[in-house]
T-cell receptor, first 113, second 111 residues
Framework: DGGITQSPKYLFRKEGQNVTLSCEQNLNHDAMYWYRQDPGQGLRLIYYSQIVNDFQKGDIAEGYSVSREKKESFPLTVTSAQKNPTAFYLC????????????FGPGTRLTVT | RKEVEQDPGPFNVPEGATVAFNCTYSNSASQSFFWYRQDCRKEPKLLMSVYSSGNEDGRFTAQLNRASQYISLLIRDSKLSDSATYLCVVSVMGGGNKLTFGTGTQLKVEL
């Protein structure tokens, strides 16, 4: 089955621990994105990558890190430096020539206590 | 002022009703416009792009007014399955593929 997968669906961590969220796609799309969604707020861009081995910061990159070693994968690490990590994290993809039509994975709900 | 503003609702309408949502954006350099649909605790899904001339997809009609910087979505003959949150989304050319999302308008279609 093709598409975008994110795992796990729910993740619980203790404060002070780093955690890595997975995003995989088999649709051969060039661009990948990470957003977070909080209640009462619109989605906010964390990082994005347009090609392998390259990525750019979004609006709220502090406390996060990413890598793009393969076209299919764009993992997000939430570090202990992120002050409010509890959120719904969404990965998205788009074609290089249609960057504004973005398609989302099912998301990971991260709870840090 | 928020970059993209929407009335959060909820809009409670009976099945079969026509309902319209508006959205305003602040950046006059915005180039592309979209409506996404998000079901409760699920990911957003692209519903339709919004073109300057307006566009229709079945029961859904989207309009863009660049002069007043607002976008609208009209849903005719509402179905129970239309119940969701509708997100207004804009982008700025050259903004690094960045989409700016509104907080969404919640629609509840009732029997």
């Amino acid at each position: 089955d093709g598409g975008i997968t994110q795992s796990p669906k729910y993740l619980f961590r203790k404060e002070g621990q780093n955690v890595t969220l997975s995003c995989e796609q088999n649709l051969n799309h060039d661009a990948m994105y990470w957003y977070r969604q909080d209640p009462g707020q619109g989605l906010r861009l964390i990082y994005y990558s347009q090609i392998v081995n390259d990525f750019q910061k979004g609006d709220i990159a502090e406390g996060y890190s990413v890598s793009r070693e393969k076209k299919e994968s764009f993992p997000l690490t939430v570090t202990s430096a992120q002050k409010n990590p509890t959120a719904f994290y969404l990965c998205a993809i788009s074609l290089r020539d249609r960057p504004y039509e973005q398609y989302f994975g099912p998301g990971t709900r991260l709870t840090v206590t | 002022r928020k970059e993209v503003e929407q009335d959060p609702g909820p809009f409670n309408v009976p099945e079969g009703a026509t309902v319209a949502f508006n959205c305003t954006y602040s950046n006059s350099a915005s180039q592309s416009f979209f409506w996404y649909r998000q079901d409760c605790r699920k990911e957003p899904k692209l519903l339709m792009s919004v073109y300057s001339s307006g566009n229709e997809d079945g029961r859904f009609t989207a309009q863009l007014n660049r002069a007043s910087q607002y976008i609208s979505l009209l849903i005719r003959d509402s179905k129970l399955s239309d119940s969701a949150t509708y997100l207004c989304v804009v982008s700025v050319m050259g903004g690094g593929n960045k989409l700016t999302f509104g907080t969404g308008t919640q629609l509840k279609v009732e029997l």
